[in-house]
């Protein structure tokens, strides 16, 4: 077959909501799509136990940090199924870390926002996972097959992680003076960079395109973000919490809410390095990979020892 007529029959299998498998033929740009997309999301699971791993020691009962180490735990899961799935591509992991460390690679623009009080643990649960849900519930139906069926789990694992969030809200919504304060003030500092997450607007954005024919993403970035803020501002008020934008007002006609806009200059910053804490989560991940060398050699060596035995 022709590079055209493999092109159209790929298109075919896609318009017939065929899974694409990683042994099957597809488009270069497709590939490089992929590749970058499930990069940056693993990446994104990796970097955010930074600013969560931050309180595990100073969670202020045994359950809270029982359960933010179950979280962080997950998000190291969730990492390593991207990663694999990210392998079936036809590239290895060290050449995606070095992505990582160098620069080339992103990673969610909200976890280079600092944790400052615990209340930001609440804000991270549920604001940040919240739209990771949003966005992730229709990444299980995504065209690539190893992409798709990681979601499944990881979408699980995700409603969790909102959940525990918003429960720490409403508890210090419900509480005294300074605790209510602090969970306000989590809410104020989370709230745009939890919008910004969905990425801009469909009409800046290069990728979106592509995706949406190929069926990586269902759903542009705008009609998930408007989701999102619609479920979430039903939840701010349930909690006596108040969104920081004077903008804000329900549509009548559209059923949905009308919202202020974003500052993308901000976003742009921070995706390119100039964040609060682009330079300590990244200083953090080489660290810890510098130190990690050991284990994956002697992984690695017994890895090989086991195979030398069965041959």
């Not at 075919?12 to 488009?27: G, H, S, V």
């Not at 966005?135 to 990681?150: E, F, K």
């Not at 997450?197 to 998930?224: C, Q, T, Y």
Request: with cysteine.
């Amino acid at each position: 077959m022709t590079e055209e007529q493999l092109e159209k029959n790929f298109q075919n299998r896609i318009d017939a909501e065929q899974k694409i498998e990683p042994r099957e033929w597809m488009p270069e740009k497709y590939r490089k799509h992929l590749i970058r997309q499930i990069s940056q999301h693993a990446h994104s699971e990796v970097i955010g136990m930074q600013p969560e791993g931050n309180w595990i020691t100073r969670a202020p009962s045994m359950r809270a940090k029982m359960v933010l180490m179950a979280k962080v735990q997950d998000e190291a899961g969730h990492g390593l199924y991207l990663y694999s799935a990210c392998e079936t591509l036809g590239i290895n992991r060290d050449e995606l870390v070095e992505q990582l460390h160098t620069g080339k690679a992103k990673y969610a623009s909200i976890f280079n926002y600092p944790t400052l009080t615990w209340a930001d643990m609440g804000a991270v649960g549920w604001l940040v996972d919240g739209a990771a849900i949003v966005n992730q519930v229709s990444l299980q139906r995504t065209s690539y097959g190893p992409y798709a069926r990681g979601m499944v789990k990881i979408c699980k694992e995700e409603s969790f992680h909102q959940r525990q969030g918003y429960e720490i809200m409403a508890q210090m919504a419900k509480g005294t003076d300074a605790q209510k304060k602090m969970a306000q003030d989590a809410l104020d500092r989370f709230w745009w960079p939890s919008l910004m997450m969905f990425g801009p607007h469909d009409s800046d954005s290069p990728n979106s395109g592509n995706a949406i024919k190929w069926k990586i993403k269902r759903e542009s970035n705008d009609v998930l973000r408007q989701r999102f803020i619609d479920k979430t501002i039903e939840q701010a008020e349930l909690i006596g919490l108040t969104v920081p934008d004077p903008d804000l007002k329900w549509n009548e006609e559209r059923q949905s809410y009308d919202w202020g806009e974003i500052d993308w200059d901000e976003f742009y910053e921070v995706i390119n390095g100039n964040g609060l804490a682009n330079r300590q989560r990244v200083a953090q991940h080489k660290k810890a990979h510098d130190q990690g060398a050991w284990v994956r050699e002697a992984a690695k060596a017994y890895a090989d020892k086991q195979k030398n035995k069965e041959v």
